[in-house]
């Protein structure tokens, strides 16, 4: 029978890999990803500010498939779908929708989770939602967001499997 000791230092181990394995996942978007901007849009502000980080939404995470390719007109709540983008002004936009990426031509996809589906309208949520910030700096970001002379828009890198990450928040960019 092992020793007390040797499996809880096989266990521990093991918590280190994985946190280890977290950490180089999030370190290959960064290093091997695109950059891509993306223009947020106000949310409710009695939710929107939570402790010390704010809450994002971007214009294309609501989608109305009437508007957009889709290669089918439902979809699932909780389905991973990838949204192909292309670079509109300063902005990248939602251009298509589909359930597994393609080789489209070398286009940029980001892969979401579908939310919300009801007739042809889509939500979706990309994981980049949460921005955290310094204690007492998400009120500036909460004005800019419901304000109407300035924007928001943040700084995402997505990598060739479409995970995206928050590298910057830009107001009045």
Request: aromatic residues 10%; contains cysteine; hydrophobic residues 40%.
């Amino acid at each position: 029978m092992m020793n007390k000791k040797l499996i809880a230092a096989i266990i521990g181990l093991l918590w280190v890999l994985l946190a280890l394995g977290m950490i180089a996942s999030k370190q290959h978007t960064l290093r091997t990803g695109k950059i891509v901007v993306l223009e947020t849009v106000p949310v409710d502000p009695r939710d929107f500010l939570r402790g010390d980080y704010v809450v994002l939404s971007y214009k294309i995470s609501r989608l109305d498939l009437n508007q957009i390719e889709s290669e089918k007109p439902f979809y699932r709540r909780g389905e991973n779908v990838y949204v192909r983008l292309k670079a509109q002004g300063r902005f990248w936009q939602a251009v298509a929708v589909q359930s597994k990426k393609s080789s489209y031509g070398g286009a940029m996809f980001i892969k979401g989770r579908v939310e919300y589906c009801y007739d042809k309208q889509l939500t979706l949520n990309y994981g980049i939602e949460s921005y955290f910030v310094p204690e007492g700096q998400g009120r500036e970001i909460e004005k800019n967001m419901t304000g109407s002379k300035s924007s928001v828009s943040v700084e995402a890198i997505v990598d060739s499997g479409g995970n995206a990450l928050i590298k910057k928040v830009y107001i009045d960019r």
